[in-house]
């Protein structure tokens, strides 16, 4: 049984930074991509980045490149997402999601397994 446990939201003002884990078990999770997703009240869950199973290759969504950095440890079993210089647009519930599969992906429909979300709220 596959199971992804997001940690590290808050509240933080903007500029600030948080990081992100989400830690992966019951399964090698060398045998996963990864994707962090948002929703924000009322919008539709948003693709922010994602990592192909070895950490070769990332994709960040526009609106965040430059500012957010995703990353895995295979061996700790453990996927991150550090967000630098974070602005109020960026409050939303953020979920980690598996997929078996190649390449890059932001669609919701691809992924196969969800965490249960961690709240992030950017406000002075």
């Known amino acids: 049984q596959v199971q992804l446990v997001e940690s590290g939201g808050g509240l933080v003002q903007p500029g600030g930074s948080l990081r992100l884990s989400c830690v992966f078990s019951g399964l090698p999770l060398a045998n996963y991509a990864i994707g962090w997703f948002r929703q924000a009240p009322g919008k539709e ?18 609106s ?51 965490g249960q979300g961690t709240q992030v709220t950017v406000s002075s």
């Open 45 to 62: 869950r948003e693709g922010v980045s994602c990592i192909t199973r070895g950490g070769g290759s990332t994709y960040y969504v526009d």
């Open 64 to 114: 965040v490149k430059g500012r957010f950095t995703i990353s895995r440890d295979n061996a700790k079993n453990r996927v991150y997402l550090q967000m630098n210089s974070l602005k109020p647009e960026d409050t939303a519930v953020y979920y980690c999601a598996a997929r078996i599969g190649v390449g890059l992906t932001t669609r919701p429909n691809d992924y196969s397994y969800w």
